[in-house]
């Protein structure tokens, strides 16, 4: 018996030794990881793609705690239960063995006529439920959704059939088309250059340069400007009599009609009629929306789309502002600096800069940058704009800018990595060869260490697009009423505020004023970002992969 039990004693010491346990433990780590990621990603996309999916609309008829018989119309949004013992003190008969009751979340929408959009309907008050086709979901510019029935359809002043819905929103939608074309293309670029010719002359009169030929050849542009402002004017005004004369006639659920213009429906679909191509069709149309509209409702409908751009302009310049000094910093640390306590100071600070708390960065932003280094770009470049500030105010430059004093370390640390795997025999090589230090790094080191510098950059983007904390203070804002690129010269406009998917994601969630109507827009949100974070970090990682197979010959 002994003699067995030093046996096993041996085999498992053997086994410990020849490392397996750890490899199989590192292997069961991996999994968990791997899995738990999966789940998330899986939870993520399945709660934030169902906000797409064109759900059956209900007609519920039932009686309130008052004995009252109401009708509610809407989407069923949960279900849950609640312990019965919670309806003690309500007329509602239950079953005395009954330990639960279930209750339905309903999104009714129609806030003209209901204070909010959501109801909860127990199910024991519920005594009929339909889905008739006949039920309409008007997607709105404002005040959400409206669910009822569309009584009659008037054109130019006469009823007509409901079967010309469709052309009619067709119809709409180019008017909006070219409504938003004056408002934001011609009308925008025309208040652009009157702001800038009344810069233009406070410039002048600061710098005493205002002659009376160049007082009357700005006036003269300004008014050549006003008279076309003028004229657009009148055409978007014609464009809105002429959109808002149509309407259509909606039953509610409580029987009331409602009128609602023709220029504040974006779409008008009946979910109950649709077949499982049609429901694809329109689920796809939805996230095309979700991915190219702009937000409305205070960010709790439409789309995303100046998020989206925000995020990837801001980490597309922070990659090209952290790129170039994180290498020269890193070559600098490993090629050229002595081995002294300067050089160990210097590695030292870098590596607890990775550890600063990412709102600290912010708060330097802010004072540094904005204030300190904006306010001073508009006393010497821009004075006829002050008080009001250009530079010396959040916006996406400065976002950038501190996004990549917060991600140098990364870049630092993972260049002076692969400066420190190459060979000093390749150095010696080249340098016998005849060639000066300053060619041997530029066309022997940089390049082999190439792939190390591009996952450095990778691990930067992946931090910098999630960041939230620091740019609140430096630039991004709930609703940016431009986007930092348009056709106005100098085109990209670095001083404006943008709006990022990640502020979005947090303003929806926890600043909304409709919690349920924003939770799977938040969802919806955070999936996208995860895209978008996962596209960059490919792309870099293909580039990485490139450049290591172009070098490998050069590295052996």
């Given at each position: 018996m002994m003699k067995n039990s030093n046996k096993e004693q041996k085999n498992m010491n053997k086994w410990f030794s020849s490392g397996s346990p750890w490899i199989w433990l590192s292997a069961g780590g991996v999994s968990i990881s791997l899995i738990s990621v999966l789940g998330l990603l899986w939870l993520i996309a399945s709660k934030g793609l169902s906000y797409f999916w064109p759900a059956e609309i209900h007609e519920f008829k039932s009686i309130d705690q008052h004995g009252k018989h109401t009708t509610v119309i809407g989407e069923i949004y949960d279900r849950e239960f609640i312990p019965a013992s919670q309806l003690a003190h309500t007329s509602i008969v239950l079953d005395p063995t009954q330990e639960t009751v279930e209750r339905l979340l309903v999104k009714t929408g129609n806030r003209e006529l209901v204070s909010l959009d959501f109801r909860w309907i127990l199910v024991p008050q519920i005594q009929s439920t339909s889905t008739p086709e006949e039920l309409a979901v008007i997607e709105r510019r404002t005040n959400g959704n409206f669910y009822g029935y569309i009584d009659s359809v008037v054109l130019d002043g006469k009823e007509v059939e409901k079967s010309k819905l469709p052309e009619l929103l067709t119809r709409v939608d180019n008017f909006q088309e070219e409504i938003d074309q004056l408002q934001t293309t011609d009308i925008g670029a025309i208040n652009y250059q009157l702001e800038r010719l009344r810069l233009k002359e406070r410039k002048y009169k600061l710098d005493n340069q205002l002659t009376e030929a160049r007082k009357q050849e700005?006036?003269?542009?300004?008014?050549?400007?006003?008279?076309?402002?003028?004229?657009?004017?009148?055409?978007?005004?014609?464009?809105?009599?002429?959109?808002?004369?149509d309407h259509i006639v909606v039953r509610a659920m409580d029987g009331q009609k409602v009128t609602i213009n023709f220029e504040h429906i974006l779409n008008i679909t009946y979910n109950n009629k649709l077949g499982l191509f049609e429901k694809v069709g329109t689920f796809l149309s939805q996230i095309g929306g979700f991915l190219i509209d702009d937000p409305r409702e205070a960010n709790t409908e439409g789309g995303v789309f100046p998020a989206i751009?925000?995020?990837?302009?801001?980490?597309?310049?922070?990659?090209?502002?952290?790129?170039?000094?994180?290498?020269?910093?890193?070559?600098?640390?490993?090629?050229?600096?002595?081995?002294?306590?300067?050089?160990?100071?210097l590695r030292i600070?870098?590596?607890?800069?990775?550890?600063?708390?990412?709102?600290?960065?912010?708060?330097?932003?802010?004072?540094?940058?904005?204030?300190?280094?904006?306010?001073?770009?508009?006393?010497?470049?821009?004075?006829?704009?002050?008080?009001?500030?250009?530079?010396?105010?959040?916006?996406?430059?400065?976002?950038?800018?501190?996004?990549?004093?917060?991600?140098?370390?990364?870049?630092?640390?993972?260049?002076?990595?692969?400066?420190?795997?190459?060979?000093?025999?390749?150095r010696h090589g080249s340098l016998a060869l005849g060639a000066t230090k300053a060619e041997t790094l530029w066309r022997i080191i940089l390049p082999i260490a190439s792939p190390a510098i591009m996952t450095g950059i990778i691990l930067a983007i992946a931090r910098a697009a999630g960041e939230v904390a620091p740019l609140m203070l430096v630039g991004v804002v709930k609703m940016a009423p431009n986007l930092p690129l348009d056709g106005?010269?100098?085109?990209?406009?670095?001083?404006?505020k943008f709006m990022h998917l990640g502020f979005h994601i947090y303003d929806v969630g926890f600043q909304s004023p409709?919690?349920?109507?924003?939770?799977?827009?938040?969802?919806?949100?955070a999936l996208l970002l995860v895209m978008i974070i996962i596209s960059l970090n490919m792309t870099a990682v293909s580039i990485r992969n490139r450049l290591r197979e172009k070098y490998r010959m050069l590295e052996h």
């Open positions: 700005l006036a003269s542009k300004t008014q050549a400007l006003k008279d076309e402002y003028t004229t657009l004017e009148s055409e978007l005004m014609a464009l809105r009599d002429e959109v808002a004369r751009f925000g995020t990837v302009l801001m980490v597309l310049l922070m990659t090209v502002i952290v790129s170039p000094f994180g290498v020269v910093a890193a070559i600098y640390l490993h090629e050229y600096a002595g081995k002294n306590a300067l050089t160990k100071l600070a870098v590596i607890n800069l990775a550890g600063v708390p990412s709102i600290v960065y912010g708060v330097f932003g802010l004072g540094f940058f904005v204030y300190m280094v904006g306010g001073s770009l508009d006393q010497l470049f821009y004075p006829e704009t002050l008080p009001s500030p250009t530079f010396g105010t959040p916006g996406v430059m400065w976002s950038a800018i501190t996004l990549a004093i917060l991600t140098l370390p990364v870049v630092i640390v993972s260049t002076e990595e692969g400066l420190a795997r190459i060979p000093s025999a390749m106005n010269f100098p085109f990209l406009h670095l001083d404006r409709n919690v349920e109507a924003a939770r799977p827009l938040v969802y919806a949100t």
